[in-house]
């Protein structure tokens, strides 16, 4: 098997896990990544089953491998993911030319998997949920960019009643702290400088040191401290998450960066109560003003839902009002999808689809205005940048990113891929930002 096709849909959870697949399918085969279908020897699909649209993609997708099976026989195909682990063998029986379906939590499995494939000449399915293993059965985190994600937990267990997360991740599950940080450490001495702690609701995390449970809090003071690790993200993040500890770190930690993504959904106390969110409008509010007291000019992106069932357009008011009052400059917003099995599923809906488009357009529009306006504001400032590597438009030119998450596309040598840099933003774009060179931020 020298050729693998790894594609992922949906979150960051599963980009994340596709790398992995890639890990242990380059230790058990020395199977190297394509980017062509027709020169695989397997394709795996990662999967998203957040909205119908995610998961009805994946179906048309592998629908369009019959062909290439057909001619190649040996060619193995699977698929993860949370389709996966929701479907299971119905997606054999839909589609019979995949060979396996694996769940998010048994992708280390894949070895044996093909293998079973490989000697029952039948297709093979396992979406079990067997805890935190597959972290212990992973080969070492490899990297060559200077940036790097960490997955420090698992699952989710809000049950929000539009979501189908809680049924196809499972349970909230977090990685010990030991491992997490041999994990950081390794890849610091890599020569990695920005770490994204990731997970469903990654500051739900609570991991074990001995008897003992530690906090995002504690992991990101503790990560701080060790040499080489200049930057700190997490995604993502929930309201009822945002302990007074965690805020109090912005404060401490200036490595921990000045953006959050912090999912909201709607600003209607009404629709958030449905939504079974647990917090209200001014509770959300509110943690947003004590995170900009404790660190003034942070910016903040959020995910929105938009036509839940029974949202009247007052309750789209409020949404917008609270867009303009924490002055969010990006987001993922999505008309409301329901998903079969879910509480929200069953709730009668009465508002047109038009009317849906509309509201959904209006809140992008806002958004986008005002993280047009926040670029803006950043014109003339001195930001401090992670140079990613090469700018994608001009690969004369470098690329990086600011503390509050936005690109900059700049000249310089590529030597300084890797490095934090001093730039002055020089001018303001739709998405991203140029800016020429100061001096070099001495990196640990
Ligand atoms: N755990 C995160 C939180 O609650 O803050 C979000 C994770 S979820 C995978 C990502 C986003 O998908 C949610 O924030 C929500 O906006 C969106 N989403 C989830 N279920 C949806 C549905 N049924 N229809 C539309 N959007 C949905
Ligand atoms: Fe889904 Fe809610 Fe869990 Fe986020 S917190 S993953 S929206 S159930
Ligand atoms: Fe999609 Fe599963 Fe992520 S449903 S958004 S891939 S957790």
Redesign the pocket.
């Known amino acids: 098997m020298k050729k693998a096709y790894i594609r992922s849909f949906g979150c960051q959870m599963n980009e994340y896990d596709a790398d992995k697949m890639s890990d242990v399918l380059a230790l058990a085969y020395g199977t190297e990544r394509t980017n062509s279908l027709e020169d695989a020897d397997i394709i795996l699909f990662n999967t998203c089953s957040v909205r119908e649209n995610a998961q009805e993609k994946v179906f048309h997708h592998l629908g369009r491998l019959r062909p290439l099976k057909a001619a190649k026989p040996e060619l193995l195909i699977g698929v993860g993911g949370c389709v996966a682990s929701q479907e299971g063998a119905e997606i054999v029986r839909r589609v019979p030319h995949v060979d396996f379906v694996f769940g998010p939590q048994t992708l280390h499995r894949l070895p044996q998997l093909i293998a079973a494939r490989r000697a029952s000449g039948r297709a093979q399915v396992d979406i079990s949920f067997p805890a935190i293993e597959k972290f212990d059965h992973l080969p070492q985190a490899r990297r060559q960019g200077p940036t790097a994600f960490v997955s420090i937990m698992e699952g ?1 267990s ?3 009643s539009f ?1 189908i ?2 049924y196809t991740r499972g349970e909230e599950v977090s990685r010990p702290l030991p491992d997490v940080l041999a994990e950081v450490a390794g890849l610091a001495m890599q020569g990695v400088r920005e770490i994204t702690l990731l997970g ?2 990654v500051n739900a995390y609570r991991g074990r040191v001995g008897d003992d449970s530690a906090d995002l809090a504690f992991l990101i003071e503790t990560i701080a401290e060790m040499p080489g690790v200049e930057r700190i993200r997490f995604t993502t993040s ?1 309201p009822r998450e945002m302990s007074a500890r965690l805020v109090e770190v912005y404060g401490r930690v200036p490595k921990l960066v000045s953006h959050l993504h912090l999912p909201v959904q709607s600003g209607a106390d009404r629709v958030l109560a449905a939504m079974k969110r647990g917090y209200t409008a001014l509770e959300y509010k509110s943690i947003i003003r004590k995170l900009r007291a404790v660190r003034p000019g942070m910016s903040f992106s959020s995910d929105f839902i938009v036509g839940f069932p029974g949202e009247t357009d007052a309750d789209f008011q409020a949404t917008l009002r609270l867009v303009e009052e924490v002055g969010f400059g990006d987001s993922y917003s999505f008309i409301y999808s329901p998903r079969p099995g879910t509480p929200a599923a069953e709730l009668g809906d009465d508002t047109p689809a038009e009317v849906k488009e509309q509201r959904l357009a209006q809140l992008q529009r806002r958004i986008d205005l005002q993280g047009a306006d926040e670029r803006r504001r950043m014109l003339g400032r001195v930001e401090r940048v992670l140079v990613e590597g090469h700018a994608a438009k001009d690969p004369a030119e470098l690329a990086g990113r600011t503390d509050n998450n936005v690109v900059v596309n700049f000249p310089g040598a590529a030597a300084l891929i890797g490095r934090l840099v001093e730039l002055r933003i020089t001018q303001a774009m739709t998405h991203s930002l140029r800016g020429e060179l100061l001096a070099e931020t001495a990196a640990a």
């Open positions: 989710c809000k049950f929000c979501c997360v809680p469903q609701n929930h």
